[in-house]
C-alpha cells in the first residue's frame, strides 16, 4: 500500500523547535521531489520548503527561511522538517506531498500531485 505518513507534530511554545517526519511505504522516495505544506483553516495549503530528487537543492517560503530546514534520508525513505524559532503564525496543519520528477518542483501544492500525506497538526502558543 502506497502512503505517506507525517508525525511530530504537536504543541509547542513561541521560540521552540519541532522536527517532522514524513515516512514513505510502498514505494521508494529516491526520483520523487519531496515537499512540505501547511493548511490553515479557511486559507489555501501553501508550500512551505521542497527538496530536489537529483542534488539536494531547496526552496523555503520567505516566512520561513532561516528558520526551517527540510532534509531527505533516502536510505531511511524518509523526509523531514526541522522548525526552529516556532512563531504563532507558524501554527496549521502540516503534509507532506511528493511528485515524481527528476529535480525540484515549484513549491505549490498543485505541482505535487502524486501522493499526499494525511498531516499533522503544529501548534505554537504560550
Known amino acids: 500500500q502506497v502512503q505517506l505518513v507525517e508525525s511530530g507534530g504537536g504543541l509547542v511554545q513561541p521560540g521552540g523547535s519541532l522536527r517532522l517526519s514524513c515516512a514513505a511505504s510502498g514505494f521508494t522516495l529516491d526520483y520523487y521531489s519531496m515537499g512540505w505544506f501547511r493548511q490553515v483553516p479557511g486559507k489555501e495549503r501553501e508550500g512551505v520548503a521542497c527538496?530536489?530528487?537529483?542534488?539536494?537543492?531547496?526552496y523555503y517560503a520567505d516566512s520561513v527561511k532561516g528558520r526551517f530546514d527540510i532534509s531527505r534520508d533516502n536510505a531511511r525513505n524518509t523526509v523531514y522538517l526541522q522548525m526552529d524559532g516556532l512563531k504563532p503564525e507558524d501554527t496549521a496543519v502540516y503534509y507532506c506531498a511528493t511528485k515524481y520528477y527528476y529535480g525540484l518542483r515549484p513549491c505549490y501544492p498543485a505541482s505535487y500531485d502524486d501522493y499526499w500525506g494525511q498531516g499533522t497538526q503544529v501548534t505554537v502558543s504560550s
Open positions: 527538496i530536489s530528487s537529483s542534488d539536494g537543492s531547496t
